[in-house]
């Protein structure tokens, strides 16, 4: 993990990961890391829409 959430967490399991947003936070968070795909060296970031109710979706971006 290279810059986590400002408005969240972010946990990362045997199954991937989970972004928990801050109560009561509506908006747009992200978190950057640095992966390794077939030993090229790529940065990761999430990008995390919270609507009303909790929902969030996910979008990513690769850049090296």
Known sequence: LLQGPEHGTFEMGTT???YRPNTNFIG???ATFLVEIGGL???AVYHFKV???GA???HT???H
């Open 28 to 30: 747009s968070d992200r």
């Open 16 to 18: 991937g990961g989970r």
């Open 56 to 58: 969030v979706e996910l």
């Open 51 to 53: 609507i009303d109710g």
């Open 41 to 43: 060296k790529v940065k």
């Open 61 to 63: 971006k690769l850049t």
